[in-house]
C-alpha cells in the first residue's frame, strides 16, 4: 500500500475528488473517492483512495422509476417557485417559525416549503 504525504496544509482528503460525468465529456472515466478516518490504533490518521469504473445500468426504468422521477422534478420546481414568490414569502416565513420547534417540524425553511409543495402534488396526482 502507498504512503501519502500531505502538503502543508492539506490534513486530509474526504469525498469524491473527481466523477465521471453523465455525458462523458470532460471528464474521468472512473470515480476517485477519498475517505479519512482518525481511530485509536497504532496509526490514528487513516487515508484510504478507491477507484470505481463508470457502471452501464443494467436493467431497463420502470414506470415507477419514472412517475418518481417526475414527481421529484415537479415539486423541486415549485419549491423554487415558491421561494422566490415575494406574494408568499412573508406569510411562508411566519408559518415556518411557527412550526420550526415544535415535535416533528422542519428545522430548514427550504424543507418545509418542500414538504408543503409534496404534500399539494400527492392531494393533486391520486
Same mark, same amino acid.
Given at each position: 500500500?502507498?504512503?501519502? #504525504? ?16 453523465? +455525458?462523458? *465529456?470532460? +471528464?474521468?472515466? $472512473?470515480?476517485?473517492?477519498? !475517505?479519512?478516518?482518525? @481511530?485509536?490504533? !497504532?496509526?490514528? +490518521? ?9 457502471? *452501464?445500468? =443494467?436493467?431497463?426504468?420502470? *414506470?415507477? #422509476? !419514472? ?10 420546481? @415549485? ?13 411562508? *416565513?411566519? @408559518? ?5 420547534? !415544535?415535535?416533528?417540524?422542519? $428545522? ?6 418542500? =414538504? ?6 400527492? #392531494?393533486?396526482? #391520486?
Amino acid at each position: 500500500m502507498a504512503h501519502v #504525504e500531505w502538503s502543508a496544509g492539506i490534513d486530509s482528503v474526504s469525498g469524491a475528488l473527481s466523477k465521471p460525468s453523465k +455525458s462523458g *465529456q470532460h +471528464s474521468c472515466a $472512473k470515480m476517485l473517492l477519498g !475517505t479519512h478516518r482518525v @481511530a485509536a490504533t !497504532t496509526n490514528n +490518521s487513516c487515508n484510504r483512495l478507491y477507484l470505481r469504473r463508470k457502471v *452501464q445500468r =443494467s436493467t431497463p426504468v420502470t *414506470q415507477d #422509476e !419514472t412517475n418518481r422521477r417526475l414527481r421529484f422534478s415537479a415539486v423541486s420546481r @415549485a419549491v423554487n417557485t415558491r421561494m422566490h414568490d415575494l406574494n408568499k414569502i412573508s406569510a411562508d *416565513q411566519a @408559518a415556518f417559525i411557527a412550526q420550526k420547534d !415544535t415535535p416533528g417540524g422542519k $428545522k430548514t425553511m427550504r424543507s418545509y416549503i418542500w =414538504s408543503l409543495e409534496l404534500a399539494a402534488y400527492d #392531494e393533486n396526482h #391520486e
